[in-house]
């Protein structure tokens, strides 16, 4: 640029010098004419050096004023950059006065008036900036001690002899709110000749309730390290033991001023104290977790395995600074655990001499624990851990109304009855919570206990109760007198025999009839329930043929095959009788006319092998009877003084089935009672008979009630109310059977 401008100043000068000559030759030329004497070349000399001398004139002030034009700029230019740099400094002063952490008032010493302060002052006073201009020096203090005003006191100058600052605690005002606390740092500074107190204000009301925050967490820690019953330790990184607590004292045997500042090598023996080194060094070299078995000796001598957690703890730089261990004693543990294992096996031996299924269940309804009886029912070993529906119900997920879901909810225990297909057997099945401390449920126990033979019992109690009622009832339309006497014998055997095949469910039902020397029995009726009709039969048996069944028809009176092909008493009838027939189970009951065998009557049952019951063993007798009461009265006059006869054998008779009669009449007298009755209520027939009918008989029609029993213990018997006819007028025959047997079974 310089050189630019000395081209430009030459170029001026150049054109200066030839406009110059230019003048100069015109004016020689004027001269040269007006006087024409001067000579030429004096003239053009004259010209010439008058043009040199404008010229470097012309370039000397030129020169000269524009060094001046220069260095005035140059002057302006750096006004203008101090300036821009005051302003700067200005900004950045702002900015950090403004953005201090600690509140910052400037005040000018003379006045004791404050000229400057931060935002920080008024987010600590929480007072405007137009309310803190307002307030002296000495009024932003709220302190009897008002340290700022003895500051600003001018008597005191000697404060400030040296640059040193000064710090005390003071509290600061707080709009609408209680002092703060602070720490204030004052110093004294010169600002154009005039001094000024510029004071920090630091909160530490929030650095004394750390403190004291603090203090109280060290002395908590304190107090938990005490009453943890786990015995803990920590070291420096120089292995000397800095502290521990009551269990660690009680472990080695050394109080904690004699543990405190010693190492591993004072309080243990050398072999031992060796390894305790080597682990604290790896521990060091490679912070983290670390875990071992080892052992413990402690002062009384007494060793002990032990397991040791250490870790290390670092300062805030990061720096490991020493390590932290804690003991587990594995003897007392290990004791327990023996002691726990015997406890879980004589646990186990216990449920599993259980007849009955147990196992424990978590809230997933995994199987926890079984005992051998579950195990032999269903999947072995692999119970334990498997789903209880999957292996109880062989389901995939768990169904909606499992007793045990809606025990995890609840917390009620329950019980249930519950059919399973793969064992083909009833369960009583009992549900238990098990809880926590909180009242939680966590577990149940599942108690499953085989109720087969009890539910095989009761269906059978209950299909009794129906065969007895149906039984009771058969016989009740049989021994109406009047109907026993007014029926012809062809149409009362017929009948007879419907009844029965009805009653007990039969395909045959017969009555057969034995010739005078008793080696021939003749079918005279025989009834087919499956073709609803009598057949033609003409059927003999002779006791040539079968003597093993003659033998023991007449003998015992009573034949009950369950399975006639095997049975002693009908093997003999198998291939001419049993077989062609297709007949399985017989039950076949002797007809007597006083002591003398008058026929058999006779119930077959084809299909499966049926077996026969105690109840229905005594409703063939009874129907036994009933047929050898109407063929003796059959055999009577029709006259009155007879009839009376009939009905007395009748009545003795009757006394001689296992079933109690009783007839009682509309005013519930009792007219008519059995012997066996007489054994039944365990009083004579002639105190029950022509009384009121006992509370026990009124109140329990068709129901259960409890009896003497023929060996003279107590039983059950099953009582059936039938209404009848006695001498003309209405009445009620009661019919008690013994059930005691059953209910055994």
Not at 80 to 98: P, T
Not at 445 to 468: D, F, G, P, Q, V
Not at 506 to 531: E, P, V
Not at 712 to 740: N, Q, R, V
Request: proline share 2%; with cysteine; hydrophobic share 35%.
């Amino acid at each position: 640029m310089k050189k630019e401008n000395n081209n430009s100043l030459w170029l001026r000068g150049l054109s200066i010098f030839v406009f110059m000559m230019i003048i100069t030759s015109s004016v020689c030329f004027i001269d040269k004419t007006i006087l024409k004497d001067n000579p030429k070349l004096y003239a053009f000399i004259i010209h010439l050096v008058i043009s040199i001398v404008v010229t470097i004139s012309y370039l000397f002030l030129h020169k000269k004023l524009s060094l001046f034009a220069e260095i005035l700029k140059s002057k302006n230019e750096n006004e203008s950059r101090l300036l821009d740099a005051i302003r700067k400094s200005e900004e950045r002063y702002r900015a950090i006065f403004d953005s201090a952490t600690d509140a910052l008032i400037l005040i000018d010493k003379e006045n004791g008036k404050i000229t400057e302060f931060n935002h920080s002052l008024l987010k600590l006073t929480g007072f405007e900036e137009n309310e803190i201009l307002k307030l002296s020096a000495e009024e932003i203090e709220d302190t009897p001690n008002n340290n700022i005003k003895v500051l600003l006191d001018k008597k005191e100058k000697n404060l400030f002899t040296t640059k040193k600052s000064i710090t005390f605690i003071t509290y600061l005002k707080r709009k609408n709110s209680i002092p703060v606390k602070v720490s204030a740092t004052l110093n004294q500074i010169n600002i154009c000749d005039r001094d000024y107190l510029l004071i920090s204000f630091h909160d530490i009301s929030e650095e004394e309730l750390i403190s004291m925050q603090l203090q109280e967490q060290m002395h908590f820690s304190e107090t938990l390290l005490e009453i943890v019953p786990v015995p803990i330790f920590y070291k420096n990184k120089q292995g000397r033991y800095i502290g521990c607590n009551s269990a660690f004292e009680k472990l080695i045997g050394f109080r904690k001023d004699q543990i405190i500042g010693k190492t591993v090598y004072d309080i243990a023996p050398k072999e031992i104290a060796e390894e305790y080194h080597k682990k604290d060094q790896e521990l060091f070299e490679k912070p983290g977790i670390q875990t071992y078995n080892w052992k413990v000796i402690s002062r009384t001598g007494e060793i002990k395995n032990v397991i040791f957690y250490k870790t290390v703890y670092i300062n805030k730089k990061g720096e490991v600074i020493g390590l932290i261990g804690s003991v587990i004693d594995l003897t007392e543990i290990q004791q327990k655990n023996r002691e726990l294992k015997l406890s879980y096996e004589r646990w186990q031996r216990t449920f599993d001499a259980f007849d009955d299924m147990v196992f424990v269940i978590d809230k997933s309804y995994n199987i926890l624990f079984s005992n051998t009886a579950l195990k032999k029912n269903f999947y072995g070993e692999f119970v334990d851990g498997a789903k209880c529906f999957k292996i109880i119900h062989g389901v995939d997920s768990q169904p909606d109304s499992c007793p045990c879901k809606n025990v995890f909810e609840d917390g009620l225990k329950r019980n249930i009855e519950i059919f399973l297909n793969q064992l083909n057997s009833y369960f009583d099945c009992s549900f238990y919570p098990v809880k926590d401390q909180k009242g939680n449920v966590e577990q149940v126990i599942h108690i499953m206990r085989n109720i087969n033979a009890r539910k095989k019992a009761e269906i059978e109690l209950t299909r009794s109760r129906n065969l007895l009622l149906n039984q009771n009832k058969s016989l009740v339309k049989f021994t109406d007198a009047a109907n026993i006497l007014t029926r012809p014998l062809d149409k009362f055997l017929k009948d007879l025999l419907i009844e029965l095949s009805t009653t007990l469910k039969i395909t045959y039902a017969s009555i057969w009839f034995f010739n005078t020397d008793k080696t021939k029995l003749s079918c005279a009726y025989q009834y087919n329930a499956n073709k609803s009709r009598f057949d033609n039969s003409s059927e003999e048996l002779i006791v040539k043929d079968y003597p093993g069944y003659f033998e023991t028809i007449l003998h015992d009176k009573l034949v009950s095959a369950d399975n006639a092909h095997t049975d002693p008493g009908t093997i003999d009838l198998l291939s001419s009788y049993l077989i062609p027939k297709g007949i399985r189970s017989m039950m076949d009951c002797l007809i007597t006319l006083g002591k003398e065998p008058l026929g058999i009557i006779c119930c077959e049952h084809t299909g499966d092998h049926r077996n026969w019951t105690i109840e229905e063993a005594n409703y063939l007798i009874s129907m036994a009877n009933i047929v050898s009461l109407y063929m003796q009265t059959s055999k009577a006059e029709n006259t009155e003084r007879n009839l009376l006869h009939q009905l007395t054998k009748f009545n003795n008779l009757l006394s001689y089935t296992d079933v109690g009669i009783m007839v009682v009449d509309e005013q519930k007298t009792v007219v008519f009672i059995n012997k066996t009755s007489e054994i039944f209520f365990g009083e004579k027939i002639k105190n029950i008979l022509g009384n009121t009918c006992p509370e026990k008989i009124l109140n329990n029609k068709n129901g259960e009630i409890s009896i003497i029993r023929k060996n003279g213990k107590t039983g059950k018997a099953f009582l059936m109310a039938e209404p009848c006819s006695w001498e003309g007028k209405k009445a009620e025959i009661f019919t008690i059977t013994d059930i005691t047997d059953l209910h055994n079974n």
